[in-house]
């Protein structure tokens, strides 16, 4: 070894969600690089649906970092958050003359890495 500190990632995923990953990946971008208390902060006082899901994400990751790797949440920042698309549910939409059209439910898999802050 060279000497050199050993970095921990810590992470946490939601997986299967109904909600769509193009929409999802809006609340993921403003969290990136931010301290864990502040993308907290800002995912309780976004008006997006996404925002519940990913907050618990994120708490979640907290949670192990704190458990299992004995990190405190002053250090801990958002390294990466990823919306990424799962499979896609199709249900027939009836419409008029006898036709159908295809409608189109997507889910979306979210992923949180924290990091902790160099010192």
Do not use: Q
């Not at 299967?16 to 907290?40: C, F, M, Q």
């Not at 902060?41 to 907050?55: D, Q, R, Y």
């Amino acid at each position: 070894m060279c000497g050199r500190v050993l970095e921990v990632e810590v992470k946490a995923s939601a997986r299967y969600l109904r909600l769509s990953p193009r929409k999802a990946r809006l609340v993921t971008d403003l969290i990136k690089g931010k301290s864990a208390e502040e993308a907290i902060s800002i995912l309780e006082n976004l008006p997006k649906s996404t925002a519940l899901p990913l907050g618990r994400v994120v708490r979640s990751a907290i949670a192990n970092a704190e458990n299992n790797f004995n990190l405190t949440l002053e250090n801990l920042y958002v390294k990466n958050a990823i919306a990424n698309e799962g499979p896609r549910m199709k249900r027939v939409w009836y419409r008029g003359r006898g036709r159908r059209d295809l409608k189109v439910h997507r889910m979306a898999h979210l992923e949180v890495v924290l990091d902790e802050r160099g010192s």
